[in-house]
């Protein structure tokens, strides 16, 4: 599954794969696979995209985050 928002919130900003990779410390072809959802990022690079771009992982990647329910004690507040 292709991260389109991923992608879309690179391209926005007239931003190159290359440059992203470069400013996070991450690899291109590794930037790459994430945003065609051939990789997951771990935590740290889920949070560097978090920041780097100030969106939500959620929103960045939907796909890991579609089946997660809230915990029972959350429902209960």
């Known amino acids: 599954m292709r991260r389109e928002r991923l992608a879309e919130e690179r ?3 007239h931003l190159t794969q290359e440059r992203v990779a470069l400013d996070l410390g991450i690899s291109t072809i590794y930037l790459r696979k994430l945003e ?3 990789s997951n990022p771990g ?3 889920m949070l560097k995209l978090e ?3 100030g969106v939500p992982a959620k929103i960045l ?3 890991l985050f579609e089946n997660i ?3 029972s004690s959350a429902k209960k507040r």
């Open 51 to 53: 920041r780097y771009y």
């Open 69 to 71: 329910q809230p915990s």
């Open 61 to 63: 990647f939907p796909d």
């Open 36 to 38: 065609g959802g051939h």
């Open 11 to 13: 391209t926005s900003r």
């Open 43 to 45: 935590r740290n690079t």
